[in-house]
T-cell receptor, first 113, second 114 residues
């Protein structure tokens, strides 16, 4: 079945890089996502990676995908206080546009001054 | 362009009461989803709909029913609310083909069952 796992908490110093890790189980996943949720708000798509890619960079965000180990990571460079949020990893198994989207439990990122 | 709109934003129910959560999207998306979010458990899929007229169970469907009224709307019904259904509910939609890459979420409905 599908399962997505993440660590629950991460604390980093302002200005450092944050690395949030995720593992997933379904090898047929075609899209893998990172979403951000600020307190009291909905989910905002940060970035996604297609399964035929190893890396994707978008300004301060770098996504790395290791398909062999089913491991996904999100690196945030120069972490700022505005990056404090919960970050969700999600996978979309299969190739059909009707596929489910399965979420991890989220990683709460806190920033130390 | 409103995206995904959920109503209501907040609701308090008594145990045993029923209610319907409404969701509408204006992006002509085929797929729509209902999730619940509980602390430390992330988002769990309740039901989803791949297209108008079809619905499928997700991870936690018990106690819920859904209806895909048309392409735009996907409603979630609690027939007899229980305190365990206290949660924040999110609706999402996703396009097809090249638009599969992104799922859009509503702002959520915070439901409390007392």
């Amino acid at each position: 079945g599908e399962d997505v796992e993440q660590s629950l908490f991460l604390s980093v110093r302002e200005g450092d890089s944050s690395v949030i890790n995720c593992t997933y189980t379904d090898s047929s996943s075609t899209y893998l996502y990172w979403y951000k949720q600020e307190p009291g708000a909905g989910l905002q798509l940060l970035t996604y990676i297609f399964s035929n890619m190893d890396m994707k960079q978008d300004q301060r965000l770098t996504v790395l995908l290791n398909k062999k180990d089913k491991h996904l990571s999100l690196r945030i460079a120069d972490t700022q206080t505005g990056d404090s949020a919960i970050y969700f990893c999600a996978e979309s198994p299969g190739y059909s546009s009707a596929s489910k989207i399965i979420f991890g439990s989220g990683t709460r990122l806190s920033i130390r001054p | 362009n409103a995206g995904v709109t959920q109503t209501p934003k907040f609701q308090v129910l008594k145990t045993g009461q029923s209610m319907t959560l409404q969701c509408a999207q204006d992006m002509n998306h085929n797929s729509m989803y209902w999730y619940r979010q509980d602390p430390g458990m992330g988002l769990r899929l309740i039901y989803y709909s791949a297209s108008e007229g079809t619905t499928d169970k997700g991870e936690v469907p018990n106690g819920y029913n859904v209806s895909r009224l048309n392409k735009r709307e996907f409603s979630l019904r609690l027939e007899s609310a229980a305190p365990s259904q206290t949660s924040v509910y999110f609706c999402a939609s996703r396009g097809q083909g090249a638009q599969r890459s992104e799922a859009f979420f509503g702002q959520g409905t915070r439901l409390t069952v007392v």
